[in-house]
């Protein structure tokens, strides 16, 4: 062999392209085949949003109606979720995917291990309570007196735990249980009770349907303020949020930002426009268009990102620890909560 001889032209050249051009081009592919599979398997056909009867589902509902979530798959819809334990099941058991459920709850489920994910906040506190009998102006006039309180042993109940313990009323009111707040205004516009605590749009079709048949239901205590006093923070009770479940965090993580996106401009325009809010909201949420427009603006709907709101968070789960630990699984949760 003439070690001397010149190379054939076919040696270093693949019709007219250099070789090294060729490798490094096929190293291109070759690294980018991972992506182009990535891509492939993250296609989502269908989302459905879950949310509670509330001021929160206004914002899913209406970021659907009006197709903002477009980026984020080829279909997606807004189911309401009627109870808690609805919620927890659907989540757990990883037919809902994305819910908005309560700061507790999602804190609860992390601390057991079922790898939930908090993306956000979507409302700073909706809590109000509301009442037939105008001398009920504050917490102290609640003293000696009942008041009826939906969705027993969960958020609702133990802000309002956390509040009269902290005037010292915990043994001066009596609390009464009712499934939901759609049966508490039920109880009351019956004149069955006088006092009630309920979140909006609830206590907003409350007023409404009073005014109707010559009643009057008047908004007696905003929770949100009274929770600022217990905390020695602002007015805000991060009070729901939107969950991911780790089969969504795990498939979908490129579908994260366009959802919570697509939702902080939802929030903003619902702000803006309750009539037009109200006009995607009402059929989903099941309630006259009045009722939702007039019950935004006492919302404090918001699109906080967990991680920002953490300070707000902690506050809140520390204080209803103090009184019912479990409820939260028995710890403040660590950073494996917040997205």
């Known amino acids: 062999m003439n070690l001397f001889a010149k190379p054939e032209k076919n040696s270093s050249t693949l019709n007219g392209i250099d070789r090294r051009s060729l490798l490094r081009t096929a ?44 980026d984020v798959a080829e279909r997606v819809r807004f189911r309401i979720w009627r109870t808690p334990d609805e919620m927890r099941a659907g989540l757990t058991s990883g037919t809902m995917q994305a819910v908005v459920m309560p700061v507790t709850a999602a804190a609860n489920l992390s601390n057991r291990g079922f790898g939930v994910k908090l993306a956000n906040v979507m409302t700073n506190g909706l809590l109000y309570v ?15 007196r009942e008041i009826t309180v939906p969705f027993p042993n969960d958020t609702p109940e133990l802000v309002f735990d956390a509040v009269l313990a902290h005037h010292g009323l915990a043994d001066k009111v009596k609390v009464s249980r009712s499934g939901s707040p759609i049966e508490a205004i039920q109880l009351l516009l019956s004149g069955r009770i006088e006092t009630a605590l309920v979140p909006e749009p609830a206590a907003t079709a409350a007023m409404i349907k009073a005014s109707s048949t010559s009643k009057t239901v008047h908004r007696a205590i905003d929770m949100q303020k009274e929770w600022g006093a217990v905390t020695g923070l602002a007015a805000i009770m991060p009070q729901a949020g939107l969950a991911l479940a780790p089969a969504f965090l795990r498939d979908y993580p490129e579908r994260i930002a366009p959802l919570l996106s697509g939702l902080e401009k939802a929030t903003a325009e619902v702000v803006a426009n309750p009539a037009a809010a109200a006009g995607h909201a009402a059929s989903a949420l099941e309630l006259p268009w009045p009722v939702i427009e007039k019950s935004v603006p006492f ?38 909560l917040y997205l």
């Not at 929160?56 to 509902?61: D, G, K, Q, R, W």
């Not at 404090?300 to 409820?327: D, H």
């Open 130 to 144: 509301i009442s037939t009998n105008p001398e009920i102006r504050s917490i102290a006039d609640l003293s000696g």
């Open 299 to 336: 919302s404090n709907l918001v699109a906080t990102p967990a991680a920002r709101a953490r300070p707000e968070i902690e506050a809140l789960l520390e204080a209803i620890a103090k009184t019912n630990a479990p409820m939260i699984g028995g710890k403040l949760p660590d950073d494996t």
């Open 27 to 70: 190293a291109t592919a070759a690294l980018a085949l991972p992506f182009v599979s990535r891509v492939n398997a993250a296609t989502l056909d269908e989302l459905v949003l879950y949310g509670p009867p509330a001021g929160p589902s206004i914002t899913l509902a209406y970021a659907v109606g009006a197709g903002l979530l477009r």
